[in-house]
């Protein structure tokens, strides 16, 4: 008994789970087929007992319309043709006599409603398979009608529907155990992918994925598309790990050499010093900008900051930027408008870092525009969304740059002359995808215009 628990305990979960579902499954079709039998063995006594009311009813209407005589005559016919003794009869007059009929036993008024085959005796043999007749009395006039039911026409029903029962029995719950095996397998199979994948994905294979199997929605489809979707981005979070290493290292060791080398001269002359101070200041003060919009870049897409959202109108946000940089604009003779829709526009967001968004787009026009250049943004409510542009007539992006500008640390100008540190296109993304909003660069004829969806 011990080993055989074991063996249960040791197979797979799922072919053990078929397994104990067949047995519930074997359990309750006993259970139906037990209440089918006993179900029709009532029936049937029932339209025995129905046919032997019918027989009485037939007989109260021979006696009224023939008298006596049509009423024995009918009843010593039938006790005559009674095959095997299937049926018997007994009628009996005032005083108790026998007057019609093929039981030779005397009955009395207390009969039973099932009398033995030996208690009885007959004109003729009882045949052997008759075990009993139940039994009915009816008074017809002055007349006593006892008439009886053998049950072995009720046995053979019965035996018949039982091999029926078992033999459904068995086939039922034999299918059903291979299906729930196999299922159980199948299913077994699933999961063994499933553990194969997170398996290889904790080894650092995060190019594994689980298996998709067509024309399946069920559960295990659905946990499937969750784990695949997981180390989907859980591959792009390590690639933008890795790249943003690289990156650090490639952009970081300029300004670095850079700065090493006004400290060395710092250290080597007494002469001009306060240059190479501030020179050095700069550098350092480039180094811990970048540091800065990359811890900020990397709060914003892990999405720490939702709980702050509040109601923001969208218009007064952009109104403090242009009030910002107008100056800027001024400098180098730029025009820097404003056109709002003619819609509100509210949205939930966070109003710091709305700003930061529009900021890093309206100082990227202002850097990479010449002097003369015209930035315009504007606000519209369309299809229930919100639209924001920055649009300039400055020398644009190249269709093959316009998904790289996004990137960090990639920067349209090759020769890395202007300043920046190549990630404000990076923060304005990050900040727009925190909102749910899309940032796209348009098609356009003249200048460069970046879209920024917000759904509402």
Known sequence: MYDVRNRFRSL???????????????????????????????????????????????FAAIYDEQGEAGLQTRIAALADVSFENTRIYQLQDAQGGIVAGNIVTILSDDVSSFFEADALELRTPIDEEVAGYWMRRDQIGTYTLF???GNHIVAEVMEAVGIALGVGYLVVVGLGLL??????????GRISEISQTLALASKGDLSARVPRHHNENDDLSRISTGINAALDQLKRLLESQEQISNDIAHDLRTPLQRLRQRLEMMRDSDVAIGDDVDGALQQVEGIIGTFNALLRIAQIE????RARFDEVDMNEVIENVIDLYEPAAEDK???????PGSSPVQIQGDANMLTQLF???VENALRYCPNGASITVSTKFSNG???ASVADDGPGIMPEDRQRVFERFVSTDSSRSSAGNGLGLTLAKAI???HGASITIQDSMIGTEFLITFEV
């Open 12 to 58: 797979r979960t799922s072919v053990r789970l078929s397994l104990q579902f067949s047995m519930l499954y074997a359990v309750l079709s006993a259970l139906v087929f037990v209440a089918a039998y006993w179900f029709t063995d009532f029936e049937v006594r029932d339209w025995v007992s129905d046919q032997m009311r019918g027989d009485a009813g037939t």
């Open 147 to 149: 008439q009886g039911s």
């Open 179 to 188: 299906l729930g095996v196999r299922v159980g397998q199948a299913t077994e």
């Open 302 to 305: 892990a999405q720490d900051r």
């Open 333 to 339: 003779a730029q025009k820097l408008t404003f056109a």
């Open 359 to 361: 900021a890093n787009l």
């Open 385 to 387: 969304q919100i639209q």
């Open 432 to 434: 727009a995808e925190m």
